[in-house]
């Protein structure tokens, strides 16, 4: 979120691209993450340049076993569902603001490592209601489209 906050016009194309599939008035649904590429493509982007696990977790095996293959996560189906669901939802229904009128270029980036590697300083952002803002234009201008 904090790299969407940064790059509003990213985060307007993303939305666009919501309304335009989901439709105005309706929220995203997990059977709708398939026809979001742009969507997956700033998730799989932000993956890239924030890796949240980039060391593997060591293991070692107490007795001796044949490898027949590369284990992986085994939820990731479940997180990555969660996780396009719930950026989805946040870029849909808001706009988004820094907390305290910080401006982007304040904005403190460095990561550090926990259980994963995340913000050394938690991400705090304004929700705002950006429909309102579009019913307010709207009662001006009949010729206002939603972009
Ligand atoms: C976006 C979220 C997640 C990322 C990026 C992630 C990433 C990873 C990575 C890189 C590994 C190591 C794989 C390896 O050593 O080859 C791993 C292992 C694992 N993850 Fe995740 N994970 C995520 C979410 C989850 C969730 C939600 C759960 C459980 C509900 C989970 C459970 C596990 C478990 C149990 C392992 C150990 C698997 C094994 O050693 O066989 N992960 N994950």
Same mark, same amino acid.
Request: glycine residues 2%; proline residues 7%; positive net charge.
């Given at each position: 979120? $904090?790299?969407?906050?940064?790059? /509003? ?9 919501? +309304? ?16 979001? /590429? ?15 696990? /980039? ?5 070692? $095996? ?19 569902? +969660?996780?396009?669901? $719930?950026?989805? $939802?946040?870029?849909?229904?808001? #706009? ?30 304004? /929700?705002? #209601?950006? +429909? ?16």
């Amino acid at each position: 979120m $904090t790299e969407l906050l940064l790059n /509003p016009e990213k985060l307007l194309i993303a939305r666009y691209e919501l +309304m335009s599939v989901v439709g105005e008035n309706a929220q995203v649904q997990e059977s709708d993450i398939s026809k979001l /590429p742009l969507l997956q493509a700033v998730i799989k982007e932000i993956f890239r340049n924030h890796p949240p696990v /980039p060391l593997l977790i060591p293991r070692k $095996t107490k007795i001796n076993v044949e490898v027949n293959g590369r284990r992986i996560c085994p939820c990731m189906p479940l997180a990555s569902r +969660m996780l396009h669901l $719930t950026v989805a $939802t946040l870029v849909r229904n808001f #706009d988004w603001k820094f907390e305290n009128g910080i401006k982007s270029e304040e904005v403190d980036m460095k990561e550090m490592f926990g259980l994963s590697l995340h913000k050394e300083i938690p991400l705090k952002a304004i /929700p705002l #209601d950006f +429909m309102l803002k579009i019913k307010w234009i709207s009662l001006f201008n009949d010729d206002f489209k939603m972009y």
